[in-house]
């Protein structure tokens, strides 16, 4: 199975769901290729904002070899699923999807166990508790998403 996690730029919220949702999957020895992007082109070829990175790393998880990348139409052919982690960038993927995408596009907090987990907030102009918030609520939602997809 093949995971894309977005955001808007590729360096808060996605990577850091790119990082959580590979070390889950290895927790339950599960075959899950995990890649991430962003709707925009703002910050291509740069690394995850360094609050992402600390963040991530508090709980074991290093993210600071990932590459922001801008979501391409073949995107929607090489992977599984394709989730957002807010309704803008699930409008935004919309937009781009061919007609005939492969790739189930979904916003991640569909799957909160049955309830709306809603959006996951962008940390990028808070401090860094905004990101551990952040990375509780990714761990929270992507539990609950391979709780979904081993049923």
């Known amino acids: ?3 894309l996690m977005v955001c808007l ?9 790119q990082g959580v949702l590979e070390f889950l ?8 290729q ?5 709707t925009a082109a703002y910050h291509i070829g740069k690394r995850p904002d360094a609050r992402s990175i600390a963040a991530l ?3 074991g998880i290093d993210i600071s070899q990932q590459r922001a ?4 139409r073949h995107d929607f052919e090489e992977f599984d699923w394709i989730l957002a982690m807010d309704r803008d960038n699930l409008n935004n993927l919309a937009q ?13 907090g569909e799957y909160r166990n049955g309830l709306n987990g809603g959006e996951v907030a962008d940390p990028y102009w808070g401090e860094a508790a905004e990101f551990a918030q952040m990375r509780e609520h990714l761990m929270v939602l992507l539990q609950d998403f391979i709780s979904e997809i081993k049923s």
Request: aromatic share 0%; with cysteine.
């Open 69 to 72: 990348r801008q979501v391409s």
């Open 34 to 38: 995990v890649d991430s992007a962003g």
């Open 1 to 3: 199975m093949k995971v």
């Open 9 to 17: 730029g590729n360096i808060c919220r996605s990577p850091a769901a």
């Open 57 to 59: 790393a508090e709980i």
């Open 25 to 32: 999957a290895r927790k339950h020895r599960l075959d899950i």
């Open 96 to 108: 781009l999807a061919p007609a005939q995408e492969r790739a189930k596009i979904a916003l991640l």
